[in-house]
């Protein structure tokens, strides 16, 4: 038997202000989306923003159903609309970020197991890799230079 051995890299900013002015605008057009949250169940509201080679920018937040399972995180409804709306652009960064109306959320929020597989899906589909940045509402930011640091052995087309 052989021990194998995954190894992830992400990266740390103590705050919002220490990212790239780049990144900082797309957070805060996250956050801009994270206002319209709709998480009347979970209190949770979540915004992501992404920035496409096109220069077009597209955001998303969840969206909650009473049949809780219907509703849909704010990773995907931003990727998905982006798939829907640019088939052919680039997916180049995502900014990430969520707020509880229960307590300040003061730690970086990971996008969920489904959400990683579905932006994984789009890191194959355009063969380059997406940077992502997280946060909670405050406090530090969590960058990776691509999904796969965050799915690591993920299931993917070549393996149908
Ligand atoms: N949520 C997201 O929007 N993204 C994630 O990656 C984690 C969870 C949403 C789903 C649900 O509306 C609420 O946060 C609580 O799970």
Do not use: W
Request: aromatic residues 8%; negative net charge.
């Amino acid at each position: 038997m052989k021990e194998v051995k995954i190894e992830s890299k992400l990266y740390v900013f103590d705050n919002i202000e220490d990212t790239p002015e780049e990144i900082q605008n797309l957070m805060q057009l996250a956050i801009e989306a994270r206002k319209n949250a709709y998480a009347p169940y979970s209190k949770f509201h979540v915004g992501a923003a992404l920035l496409l080679d096109n220069g077009e920018i597209i955001s998303g937040s969840n969206q909650e159903n009473a049949s809780y399972p219907s509703g849909l995180c704010a990773e995907r409804t931003a990727i998905f609309y982006a798939g829907a709306k640019y088939p052919k652009a680039t997916i180049l960064k995502m900014a990430i970020t969520a707020a509880s109306q229960n307590q300040k959320t003061n730690k970086p929020i990971p996008p969920c197991g489904a959400c990683r597989q579905s932006i994984a899906e789009y890191e194959s589909k355009q063969d380059k890799a997406i940077e992502i940045y997280f946060m909670g509402e405050i406090g530090h930011v969590m960058k990776s230079n691509s999904l796969a640091n965050l799915l690591p052995f993920g299931f993917d087309s070549s393996n149908l």
